[in-house]
């Protein structure tokens, strides 16, 4: 049985940052698709980042690219979201996904993730 859980989200001010984590459990991270997408109170779901844990390649959306970074460490077969420069916008329940493949085509529209972790909450204040 697959499980993503994820932690680290809190209460932040503008400018602050916060490292929220993705544990994964019956399923390897090295080689797949993995990727961290958030929503908002009455908001759609929008896409943070995805990379493939082998390419070295990863991709950020618009509104994060500068300030947020995806890392992994294979050890503890956890993905990482470094999340700086925070601004209330940011404000969202954050979701770690992942595919059983390494392709990480059209990412950002969330198709294809075979799993989803129950989300931590992020709040920044102004």
């Known amino acids: 049985q697959v499980q993503l859980v994820e932690s680290g989200g809190g209460s932040v001010q503008a400018g602050g940052s916060l490292r929220l984590s993705c544990a994964a459990s019956g399923y390897i991270i090295w080689g797949n698709c993995m990727g961290w997408f958030r929503q908002a109170p009455g908001k759609e779901r929008e896409g943070v980042a995805a990379?493939?844990?082998?390419?070295?390649?990863?991709n950020y959306g618009n509104s994060v690219t500068g300030r947020f970074t995806l890392s992994h460490d294979l050890a503890k077969n956890t993905v990482y979201l470094q999340m700086n420069s925070l601004k209330p916008e940011d404000t969202a329940k954050y979701y770690c996904?992942?595919?059983?493949?390494?392709?990480?085509?059209?990412?950002?529209?969330?198709?294809?993730?075979?799993?989803w972790g129950q989300g931590t909450q992020v709040t920044v204040s102004s």
């Open positions: 990379f493939a844990t082998s390419s070295g390649i990863t």
């Open positions: 996904a992942a595919r059983s493949t390494r392709n990480c085509a059209n990412w950002v529209l969330g198709v294809d993730f075979d799993y």
